[in-house]
């Protein structure tokens, strides 16, 4: 089955500064990206998406960037905020129908210091 | 966006009584549904596909004669936990995608947080 590898576990960035998050998948099969913002003790939230036919997707601050050739995907944050401070999830799915699973990354505690 | 609820949001039971945890879909149908435990500070692990009218399809590992899941419509999948022991105290998160669209987005519920005692 797929497995997701995702770095840092923990990240901390100065207010403003930007922020990386990096993830690696194994099944070349996978085509849907999404990562999840997650506060504690509450849902996971999606921040952005990405399918495998496109190789950037931006949302005002915050960007995700494909390589499908390596398997890896990377989220991308600019001008950093202090609610910005959560967990990351990176994940990956099949996408289409009867295969929409998710399999999650192991997670990165983003810090902005104010 | 789509809505997807979760009841009851949280539940403290004593070990070897076992606890019903419902995942609804609010204004969309879902044929499929996913449920997840997540232990403290670790991340998300799918436990089983819900499909409605059919057996749920478990991952491995997870027992399915412990952990029973019905999907009895198109709007509603519950989780029961049949004799529940410590060990299994967790966050359960169930989540499903809206199948009207073309969009891969899944949405998730709020998650119910179960205490074993």
């Known amino acids: 089955g797929e497995n997701v590898e995702q770095h840092p576990s923990t990240l901390s960035v100065q207010e403003g500064d930007s922020a990386v998050i990096k993830c690696t998948y194994s099944d070349s099969a996978s085509n849907y990206f999404p990562w999840y913002k997650q506060e504690l003790g509450k849902r996971p939230q999606l921040i952005i998406d990405i399918r495998s036919n496109v190789g950037e997707k931006k949302d005002q601050r915050i960007a995700v960037t494909l390589n499908k050739t390596a398997k890896h995907f990377s989220l991308h944050i600019t001008e950093t905020q202090p609610e910005d401070s959560a967990v990351y999830f990176c994940?990956?799915?099949?996408?289409?129908?009867?295969?929409?699973?998710?399999?999650f990354g192991t997670g990165t505690r983003l810090t902005i210091i104010p | 966006g789509a809505v997807v609820s979760q009841h009851p949001s949280w539940v403290i039971c004593k070990s070897g009584t076992s606890v019903k945890i419902e995942c609804r879909s609010l204004?969309?149908?879902?044929?499929?549904m996913f449920w997840y435990r997540q232990f403290p500070k670790q991340s998300l692990m799918l436990m089983a596909t819900?499909?409605?009218?059919?057996?749920?399809?478990?991952e491995q590992g997870v027992e399915k004669d412990k952990f029973l899941i019905n999907h009895a419509s198109l709007t509603l999948s519950t989780l029961t936990v049949t004799s529940a022991h410590p060990e299994d105290s967790s966050f359960y998160i169930c989540?499903?995608?809206?199948?009207?669209?073309?969009?891969?987005?899944?949405?998730f519920g709020p998650g119910t947080r179960l205490t074993v005692t």
């Open positions: 204004d969309f149908q879902a044929t499929t």
């Open positions: 989540s499903a995608r809206d199948e009207r669209t073309s969009t891969y987005e899944q949405y």
């Open positions: 819900s499909n409605e009218g059919s057996k749920a399809t478990y």
């Open positions: 994940a990956a799915s099949k996408g289409n129908f009867g295969n929409e699973k998710l399999t």
